[in-house]
């Protein structure tokens, strides 16, 4: 595969998902101009609930270890048919779907509905923005037209803009605009046509390899969990996630596996660059204790002082590494068929 080899690339990603993962930051900056219609009343929300799947989900995911210690009221994400119970009248609720059709967060979104929560809906369309529509609930329209979980900040950055505009939380103004410079400055530096990107040399020794994300922190939970997701859904292969310090309370035992096996996997550590020391030390006595097995080890560390920086960035460089993996495996980036036809055959049969 030669990756400076622009019609060679062409052919093996037709949709251009290398495109529209470089495209993060100026989606960033657009998803956190996009009006609410009808806007939000001013409310004072005793809880936050993200409802949403998959690349549509993790923007609730996202906004969890975001607003982590700046909300004062617990914020929660939900992948569920179910809305939580503590959910009610005083719950201010996000159902997030990038299609407007996924058949789980409609459900917990009628569940919100029902029981008085005021709701806000993030979506392209379907049956979630008609439903928003027909109940009068203010409703964040984003752009059509790309993979869900290529649309991560349509799905995510409303969230912060409309808590922000709503008095629910500070702005976020000053962190959009670090981290959409931030990316834009990852997005070069890793593009394929500079001479070496370090994506492109870590998806390389990825191959007949199973990655391991591991996030620093808590905080980089969701990024570790993009990571995989992404290396699921555009490169076409298994992956796993975890995250310090909770994984040095089981799953650290379980690198006594066979030696064949740690021989497969390759551990990826996403470190944050504002992580505690405490965390540091641990991650450098796993590192030591366990990782040594591994068939290899990588560090990404995040950039940029703010949180969604922070965030953000190793996102960007696990987006990229996904989409470099998916073209030295020959699949392409874009079609996740398997996703498709699951729904397909779910919508065949009666829901009982
Ligand atoms: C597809 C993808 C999936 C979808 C999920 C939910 O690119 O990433 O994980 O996001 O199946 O569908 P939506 O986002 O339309 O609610």
């Known amino acids: 595969m030669n990756f400076s080899d622009a019609s060679q690339v062409r052919r093996r990603d037709p949709s251009g998902m290398l495109d529209l993962i470089r495209r993060l930051p100026d989606m960033c900056a657009e998803a956190w101009r996009l009006p609410v219609e009808p806007p939000l009343p001013a409310v004072r929300p005793t809880n936050i609930v993200a409802l949403g799947m998959g690349g549509s989900g993790i923007g609730g995911d996202l906004l969890r270890a975001v607003l982590y210690d700046d909300a004062s009221v617990p914020v929660v994400a939900v992948k569920d048919y179910r809305a939580p119970g503590f959910l009610g009248p005083t719950s201010l609720v996000f159902a997030c779907s990038y299609s407007g059709n996924t058949e789980e967060t409609l459900a917990a979104y009628d569940q919100a509905a029902g029981r008085g929560a005021t709701c806000v809906v ?197 987006d990229m590494t996904s989409w470099y993996l998916a073209l030295l495996r020959g699949v392409d980036p874009t079609p996740v068929p398997v996703i498709e036809e699951l729904k397909k055959r779910l919508a065949e049969m009666e829901a009982v």
């Open 122 to 318: 993030v979506t392209s369309g379907g049956d979630l923005l008609r439903a928003a529509r027909d109940r009068g609930h203010p409703a964040v329209v984003v752009p059509q037209g790309v993979p869900p979980r290529a649309a991560l900040a349509y799905l995510f950055i409303p969230m912060l803009a409309v808590l922000g505009r709503a008095g629910v939380i500070r702005s976020f103004e000053t962190d959009v605009r670090e981290a959409v410079a931030i990316l834009k400055e990852i997005a070069r530096r890793l593009s394929p046509d500079t001479a070496s990107s370090p994506a492109r040399r870590l998806a390389e020794q990825l191959q007949g390899r199973i990655p391991v994300i591991y996030s620093s922190s808590p905080f980089l939970e969701p990024a570790a969990q993009r990571w995989k997701d992404q290396f699921n859904e555009n490169a076409k292969t298994f992956a796993v996630w975890n995250t310090f310090p909770e994984l040095n309370h089981n799953e650290t035992v379980g690198w006594g596996m066979d030696e064949t096996l740690a021989r497969t996997i390759h551990a990826i550590i996403l470190r944050d660059r504002a992580e505690p020391t405490r965390l540091a030390q641990r991650v450098s006595i796993t590192k030591d204790l366990a990782f040594q097995r591994a068939a290899g080890v990588d560090e990404i560390k995040s950039e940029g002082e703010g949180k969604l920086a922070r965030l953000l960035s190793p996102i960007m460089v696990g």
